[in-house]
């Protein structure tokens, strides 16, 4: 029998025919657990993959890496990525105990310090996908808003802040991850219509257009940078940083599951973005921009509908990536109560609130948004997804691994290392070459 600890609830895990064989312990917490399908999970995952990034990454990725490069890193940041989510997947249950945090998990197996580490570089990867999706969800909307006006008076930091504004309404009438079940079918919708207008318009153009040119450009010393700020990009682009908070809202069992949506994910899940990706640098070559809706030539309405879908699916997004910010602040203040009881959505109305505002804040301050993937992958991406993964997993099971197991697991950890500080390098040099460039509150 396992001891349960005082702040620890029970998972009980049930044989083929319903009878209960074992107790798995789960951390208390105020948000909702154990209780979705591996289907809900993938869906979760592929509105991440599918998010209105999508809509920037022939931009950020393809021209910077060609045809050659581009499509070969797409193809193996897809196989590295899931490899290194099934690895993070299959510690769910390590020791006995369900880890629904990524640090909790990390704590388990280095000790405490881990604990504040990971969450450390967790919340500056999730903070920094936020911002991403302020960015965009302000650049959508200043799309449809340029469509319909001659004059154009609003900048995008006033974009910025009504983006900011839906999104603490939808975070404070939105409890927890779990409760998203209808949103995430508006969200799988929603991006449907974005990436399917986005492409055909797209098409559209390229058959219509004269030869693109498809060269990198720049000096050498550019390129190099920029090279490894998009392979960068390209690790962002397929991991959420978050896989044991997603695995939490699983029902028993959590690994077969998780395992599940983490296949559909990179099988179903990145067709949409191939897609859109690969049109659209097809259609514009280098000059395809870091937001395709802006290159595409079509009717006003097609267009106006693609954009007020990319900003309502940025809404929808942005609340799933920044759902461990909330599950911690409500665990640690014991917020339990329904959407619309007061003293909860008192606390969501001031802390997610203020969260949003200070986000809201740094996404107009510093409107980069290519910068911002690159430096999201370096600084957290890379160590989250790859690095500590790797090594979790070697420490976790180094008893039943071969030499040649562990071997490539160290190899892994090396390399990733490696691309890390060159990525951080690379994208911080870009930063500081934009800021240049532009003004804070930039009318990007």
């Known amino acids: 029998m396992i001891k349960r600890e005082p702040n620890m609830i029970a998972d009980d895990k049930f044989d083929v025919e319903g009878d209960r064989f074992s107790t798995v312990e789960i951390p208390e917490t105020a948000h909702q657990i154990s209780s979705d399908s591996w289907f809900q999970a993938g869906v979760v995952l592929t509105s991440g993959v599918n998010s209105v990034f999508v ?8 021209v910077h890496l060609g045809w050659i490069g581009g499509v070969v890193g797409l193809v193996l940041a897809t196989a590295i990525s899931l490899y290194a ?86 975070a404070i009438s939105t409890p927890n991850l779990s409760s998203l079940r209808v949103w995430l079918a508006c969200s799988t ?16 153009d390229g058959m219509n257009a004269p030869p693109r040119d498809y060269s990198i450009h720049g000096t050498t010393a550019g390129k190099i940078f920029t090279i490894i700020g998009a392979s960068s990009n390209l690790m962002f682009a ?8 997603i695995q939490a809202t699983l029902r028993q069992p959590a690994v077969e599951n998780m395992l599940k949506a983490l296949y559909f994910q990179f099988t179903i899940g990145v067709v949409p973005m191939y897609a859109i ?41 942005l609340h799933i990536f920044a759902s461990p910010a909330y599950e911690y602040m409500d665990t640690k203040f014991k917020i339990t109560g329904g959407a619309f009881e ?13 969260y949003l505002v200070i986000s809201s804040t740094v996404s107009a301050l510093l409107p980069f948004l290519g910068d911002f993937e690159s430096l999201t992958g370096a ?30 697991l160290w190899l892994n950890v090396v390399f990733f290392s490696c691309m890390s500080i060159a990525a951080t390098v690379a994208a911080i040099r870009l930063i500081v070459v934009d800021s240049k460039k532009y003004h804070v509150f930039a009318d990007v």
């Open 85 to 170: 989510n099934m690895l993070v997947a299959k510690l769910h249950e390590f020791r006995g105990k369900r880890h629904i945090r990524y640090r909790d998990l990390a704590a388990e197996i280095y000790g405490r310090k881990a604990y504040y580490l990971t969450w450390a570089l967790q919340y500056v990867n999730l903070f920094m996908i936020n911002i991403g999706f302020l960015i965009l969800g302000a650049s959508s909307l200043k799309a449809c808003y340029v469509l319909f006006v001659e004059e154009v008076t609003m900048k995008l930091p006033y974009f910025t802040a009504i983006a900011g504004f839906v999104c603490i309404l939808f």
């Open 189 to 204: 919708i929603l991006s449907l219509i974005y990436i399917v207008v986005a492409s055909v318009l797209a098409a559209k």
């Open 277 to 317: 990706i690969f049109i659209g640098y097809w259609a514009y070559g280098a000059s395809a921009s870091t937001y395709l809706l802006s290159n595409v030539s079509g009717p006003v309405w097609v267009k106006a509908a693609a954009n007020i879908s990319a900003f309502l699916q940025s809404v929808i997004a």
């Open 342 to 354: 007061l003293k909860s959505l008192t606390f969501r109305i001031v802390a997610r609130g203020g």
């Open 55 to 62: 809509l920037g990454y022939s931009g950020t990725i393809m």
């Open 379 to 408: 600084l957290s991406t890379f160590p989250l997804t790859f690095i500590l993964a790797s090594h979790m997993y070697l420490v976790a099971k180094k008893s039943s691994l071969s030499s040649l197991q562990q071997s490539w």
């Open 238 to 245: 397929f991991n959420t940083g978050m896989v044991p908070e």
